[in-house]
């Protein structure tokens, strides 16, 4: 029986993290990359749609991942991917939004800085009903499933396909419909509710203005 696998880092604070890392790749080809975590009494107001006007903007949707280990000194990392994920994956992709998943390549708490190297996967429309997928990684970034051909989680990518998955499926649209396309992919994610506390998987957004 395979040990079982525990987390030192919560989401939230894995986005730190991820932010940074995504948004330099993404600038490399884009001169303006926005990150955002949807608010609809924020970003989703009036006030916000008017300070971009008739401008067309692109949307790609990113979640952070937490590593799993077996102890602090485990040279390898598990990554969850929920059933829901894919739910919101194929919401997005269908629309005009990629989704990703990305992940610190860290086994400790003090190895998490900023300048923790990250991997980033493509989350892709399941043929059949989707089931919690999880993905081993080498901390060198190899993938360590037993099986590597898995065809609903996509990578480690490297910069230059992050770039051409955004050029191919990120749609230009307008605010207001990127916010109405963002609160449904936020939704999927988030899936059944059980429990008054319960808010499941939200994902941070990168708005890229054409």
């Not at 401008?55 to 077996?70: Q, S, W």
Request: one cysteine or more; hydrophobic letters at 40%; a neutral charge.
């Amino acid at each position: 029986m395979r040990p079982k696998l525990a987390s030192f880092l919560c989401e939230h604070r894995v986005e730190y993290v991820l932010v940074q890392d995504l948004v330099k790749r993404l600038c490399r080809e884009f001169e303006c990359v926005v990150p955002i975590f949807l608010w609809v009494t924020r970003e989703g107001t009036s006030l916000a749609s008017r300070g971009i006007g008739s401008r067309l903007i692109r949307i790609v949707t990113a979640y952070a991942r937490r590593p799993k280990v077996e102890g602090t000194n485990d040279r390898t990392i598990s990554m969850k991917i929920n059933a829901s994920l894919f739910q919101a994956a194929a919401s997005g992709l269908s629309e005009g939004s990629p989704v990703l998943a990305g992940i610190p390549l860290v086994t400790n708490l003090l190895e998490f800085t900023m300048e923790a190297s990250c991997l980033w996967f493509q989350l892709l429309t399941p043929v059949d009903s989707p089931e919690d997928v999880e993905v081993r990684l080498a901390l060198d970034g190899a993938r360590i499933d037993s099986d590597l051909v898995c065809p609903v989680v996509d990578g480690p990518l490297t910069t230059d396909r992050i770039l051409s998955i955004i050029k191919n499926n990120a749609r230009p649209m307008t605010w207001d419909d990127a916010v109405d396309l963002m609160r449904r992919i936020r939704a999927q994610g988030e899936g059944k509710q059980h429990g008054l506390f319960m808010s499941g998987y939200r994902p941070f957004y990168l708005v890229i203005p054409s």
